[in-house]
């Protein structure tokens, strides 16, 4: 489960197709029961088609599961910026899901909350979660690639974090204390299976205003800690400065690229590794500890 399938090209779509359809067998064995799935989007801006999860990648994925899986697909967001019902009109998640029986989209702002305690040292901190997220038998997180403003980069794991919070995601904005909070979440939700979309990333001032970067990678895994982790290898992160992933694999939630072995198929990521220009706010951001 530690594998990280990994693939090059230049279309979202049939890049993640293949990537999926070689991770098949797993996934059909995983899904087999399973009634429904929450497909996990990003759209940190509602407004602007950079900062969302990319169309292309989300309908691969269901294309490639279609013929060994008819159960319920919900495609869930809660829009940072402007409103998620916009967002799946504009980006075309609402003509996508029409071409399909069974699938849906929902705006998780909707939804009802549970309550999470997050303990901080001497503080508890109490988080509003979308139920749908904590109640969901397969959760997919499907992300961009992007660079982020507090810490270094945001992938699958923080996608689904961040994105679970009802409302009021500035809640976790506690300076270094963000890092120990998200890992301390994942004791309540956690990715079963992460997709991160480098094709088209987004570097510099993200993850909202940045600028687009040409990557061309498409990667997976059971093991969202080892896919992230790769993923900020190939976007030229070092993993030693992105606070929150270290503090999840001491946890043991997954394995960590490159300090633990990591089984990867496909091409060598050292030759697909492309330079991200950080945040403006890089050199305060890697002073997690």
Known sequence: MNTVHLNQGESSYQTTLKLILDQKEELEKQLKDKEKIVIKINFVSAQRELATTPIETVKAFIDSIRNFYRGKIIIAEEATVGNAHDGFKQFGFEKLVSGY???ETFDSQDDEIEEINVKIGADLLTIPISKIYLDSPF?????RAKTHDTVVATLSIKNLLVGAINKNRFLIHQGKKIHQILAQMTNFIYPDFSIVDG?????????????????????????PLAA???????MGFDVNDIGYLNLIGKMGKGKIYPKDQIEIMGPNPEHLVTLYQPHRTFSSQRQWR
């Open 228 to 234: 992230d982790s790769l993923a900020s290898y190939l």
């Open 101 to 103: 029986d069974s699938v």
């Open 139 to 143: 959760t997919v997180s499907i992300t």
């Open 199 to 223: 094709v088209v990333g987004m570097e510099g001032n993200g993850p909202v205003n940045g600028s687009p970067i040409k990557s061309n990678w498409v990667l997976s895994s059971f093991d």
